[in-house]
């Protein structure tokens, strides 16, 4: 191979280079949508009817029983353009939020021992 020749194929390769970052990091933003929600029954219909306003990031950082997250939904409803889901639809997607993100018992850790707590000064 001549250095023409490898000249012409370094030049090629690196101007090719960014391409593939650009196309790796539009599939990582794609997945974001995507990966986080768990995998279960249902989960496709919250893809396809949640997501189209927000990213799926903000369902699974919530939690509810069913009354909490069909509250979620009527507020949407009412307040922030989303449509009627149908008695059906909206059933499944309820079956599937509250099954994967329910309500959690406790959200912050429990209080320090007392004897691991500082002392307070001038008391």
């Not at 059906?88 to 707590?117: F, V, W």
């Amino acid at each position: 191979m001549t250095n023409r020749m490898k000249l012409i194929w370094l030049t090629l390769i690196t101007l090719s280079l960014p391409l593939l970052f650009i196309t790796a990091s539009s599939t990582a933003q794609e997945g974001v949508t995507v990966g986080d929600l768990v995998q279960e029954e249902g989960w496709q219909l919250v893809r396809d009817n949640c997501t189209e306003c927000h990213s799926s990031l903000i369902i699974v950082q919530n939690s509810g029983n069913r009354e909490v997250w069909k509250s979620r939904i009527e507020w949407m409803q009412s307040s922030q353009g989303l449509g009627e889901l149908g008695p059906e639809l909206e059933g499944s997607i309820l079956d599937y939020l509250t099954s994967n993100y329910g309500q959690k018992t406790a959200s912050r850790r429990h209080a320090l021992p007392t004897h691991l707590m500082p002392t307070t000064p001038n008391l």
